[in-house]
């Protein structure tokens, strides 16, 4: 089983709709991310959160809001789905622990289309 | 600013060729990390590769290296031996620590694109 599973891995959604992407771990790890990468542009930092009650936004936050149900769980949601909201998501976890250098590791992503 | 730059959008190699992958990074952070992820077309980021901004030693993690210099910023991967399965996006990130927030984000590059042929 993955160490990070992220559901779905395929959605296809209309403008306007509210979406929720769902990311769980078993790595135990107390800080996880959320990234969407864009064709040429990389991955690009959303949300991340360093634990349960820890909640902050990364550089493209406009548009999505998250929440931290558990250590092992963290869902990213898009309010109102808009077409340039279009684009491969990706769950990350990473230890704080400085012998774990804070390596990020990554699901196997959901791709997103909002039509 | 551009804070990971990798200059080579494309490669084409030879199988069992050794390839080097460009990436440069800008930080005035002391501290910072270096990484390397590969996404194949499948679409998942694997890591492969880390680097410290501290550490004396270039890394290594079986056919993969890390070519770090320091004073000219650059942390170039290195694939000895390429085989077909290193057909993948390649992408290198640096973590640094955010000033504002106390915190340690990765910043990616836009990725390099590598075909391994026959």
């Known amino acids: 089983d993955a160490d990070v599973t992220q559901t779905p891995r395929n959605r296809i959604t209309k403008t306007g709709k509210r979406i929720m992407l769902e990311c769980s771990q078993t790595?135990?790890?107390?800080?996880m991310y959320w990234y969407r990468q864009d064709p040429g542009l990389g991955l690009r930092l959303i949300y991340y959160?360093?634990?349960?009650?820890?909640?902050n936004k990364g550089e493209i936050s406009d548009g999505y809001s998250v929440s931290r149900q558990a250590q092992a769980k963290f869902s990213l949601s898009l309010e109102s789905a808009i077409p340039n909201q279009t684009a491969l998501y990706f769950c990350a976890t990473s230890d704080p622990n400085p012998v774990a250098k804070n390596i990020q590791y990554f699901g196997a992503g959901t791709r997103l289309s909002v039509l | 600013a551009q804070k990971i730059t990798q200059t080579q959008p494309g490669m084409f190699v030879q199988e069992k060729e050794a390839v080097t992958l460009d990436c440069t990074y800008d930080t005035s952070d002391p501290s910072y990390g270096l990484f390397w992820y590969k996404q194949p077309s499948s679409g998942e980021m694997i890591f492969l590769i880390y680097?410290?901004?501290?550490?004396?030693q270039n890394a290594t993690e079986g056919r993969y290296s890390l070519n770090f210099q320091k004073a000219r910023k650059s942390a170039n991967l290195v694939i000895s031996a390429s085989q077909l399965g290193d057909s993948a996006m390649y992408f290198c990130a640096m973590r640094e620590r955010s000033i504002i927030q106390g915190a340690q984000k990765l910043v990616f590059g836009q990725g390099t694109r590598l075909t391994i042929n026959p």
């Open positions: 959160s360093f634990d349960v009650k820890d909640i």
């Open positions: 680097q410290g901004s501290y550490d004396q």
């Open positions: 790595k135990g790890h107390d800080r």
